[in-house]
């Protein structure tokens, strides 16, 4: 026996926790156990809300059949197709070609490809392209075999990185942490900063995440130049809750390996870091540290974050005469308006060796610090960086103009102290 209804108006049919609506007809086909809706339909359910032009839905099987504009809302991420088979009770299912839209913060993500593939705990995405980009034609593009996305990763295998549509750089895999609004610990997102100065020359840094275990991943790193010494490196990052490990190796081009060990606790209110350094090079430098901060926190007069830190560190020079030291200090930004930021750095030193290149941003006693940026329109600023000590005078005075569009920020910055300038060019992934 075949029910079937003929209306205008939009229908609704409730089926085991299924809802379905039409623009058009709705036809129950009892022996079959079937719904058939024509006409802007939407099928909605516990974990899934489809839109399409016609769908079939089996209420025994939990399968769905939509065909036309098909537009799928899942786990809050919207994915578009012209076809898709999909099962509400297993909740697997595929799709053909389509396009998503990824909620994320700061931007949503955009993903195109072949075909979308839904299981139960993940989305797997063959021949695929992702973007943070806005615009209709995205300034640049990850290009991936294959993308895998749960509730806590973005995984993208044999990737190309193609910006106005040109390679320019080759990942085996990237692995994007879903972020939750929250402070990161470590990398949310593949850095990549070409850059030139005069005293480097080319430079080109880059660091990416690959998944390794559940809780676990590779970060790769590199700071090449063409001037001086260029170093590469290959870290294990493992994270639980609040808490990440970072334990890295790096090769310098001089010929001497370098370990370190970082150990990060994050909340909401304070951010704990415990380091660990050691190279190997003729100079046998070596140093180990903490800090711990307050993080920002508002008031009548403005924003204030506090810190402390603490730091053992040593270095031989090139008579196997040893400086360096144990210090520790006391910092107080405070950030009066969202473009200006001063600090207090108390430094005090437990021994009486000198720190020489060891203490190279600041020095004994008081550092005042400042950070301000000065719009010039939309796109274009310019910024001021600079270090006073009270004892020593100027450790830093820096100048900087800063182009920061849709997809990339370009920086160009004079250092008053080296007479040097460099530029860098990011990507705003």
């Not at 098909?70 to 595929?94: A, D």
């Not at 360096?324 to 910092?331: A, D, E, L, P």
Request: hydrophobic content about 35%; proline content about 3%.
């Amino acid at each position: 026996m075949l029910l079937l209804l003929l209306n205008c108006n939009p229908v609704r049919a409730d089926v085991s926790e299924v809802n379905i609506e039409s623009s058009g007809d709705v036809e129950y086909d009892i022996i079959n156990n079937t719904v058939i809706a024509n006409d802007e339909v939407i099928l909605i359910s516990d974990n899934v809300r489809i839109e399409a032009a016609t769908l079939k839905y089996n209420v025994d099987s939990g399968w769905v059949v939509a065909n036309g504009g098909v537009k799928i809302t899942f786990n809050g991420n919207l994915y578009y197709s012209e076809e898709l088979e999909y099962n509400i009770n297993e909740q697997i299912g595929s799709t053909a070609a389509f396009t998503a839209t990824i909620k994320e913060q700061p931007r949503d993500l955009k993903i195109r490809g072949e075909r979308l593939i839904v299981e139960e705990d993940s989305q797997a995405v063959d021949q695929a392209r992702l973007t943070s980009c806005p615009e209709i034609k995205p300034h640049y593009e990850f290009s991936a075999k294959k993308i895998t996305i749960t509730a806590e990763t973005i995984i993208l295998n044999k990737t190309v990185l193609r910006v106005k549509g040109i390679p320019v750089f080759y990942y085996p895999q990237i692995t994007l942490p879903k972020k939750n609004g929250n402070d990161s610990v470590a990398l949310n997102s593949p850095a990549l900063k070409p850059g030139y100065s005069k005293e480097d020359g080319l430079t080109f840094d880059y660091q990416f995440e690959t998944n390794l275990l559940s809780n676990s991943k590779l970060v790769w790193s590199g700071n090449l130049k063409t001037k001086t010494s260029s170093k590469v490196g290959l870290g294990l990052k493992i994270d639980t809750n609040n808490i990440s490990n970072l334990l890295k190796v790096a090769y310098d081009f001089d010929d001497y390996w370098e370990i370190a060990d970082y150990f990060y606790y994050n909340t909401e209110r304070y951010f704990l870091v415990v380091d660990g350094v050691k190279d190997f090079s003729p100079k046998q430098h070596n140093e180990t540290g903490f800090s711990i901060t307050r993080k920002y926190w508002n008031s009548s007069l403005g924003r204030w974050q506090l810190g402390f830190l603490a730091r053992q560190t040593w270095s031989d020079d090139e008579n196997k005469l040893r400086y360096g030291g144990i210090y520790s200090g006391i910092r107080l930004d405070y950030n009066p308006h969202p473009y200006v930021t001063i600090s207090y750095l108390g430094i005090h030193s437990f021994t009486n060796k000198e720190y020489h290149d060891l203490m190279s941003d600041f020095g004994l006693g008081t550092n005042i610090l400042y950070d301000i940026k000065l719009p010039i329109n939309q796109e274009y600023q310019f910024g001021l960086e600079g270090t006073y000590n009270i004892d020593d005078g100027w450790y830093s005075q820096k100048y900087m103009i800063v182009r920061d569009s849709c997809c990339f920020k370009t920086t160009i910055t004079y250092d008053v102290e080296n007479n040097d300038w460099d530029l860098k060019l990011s990507i705003k992934f």
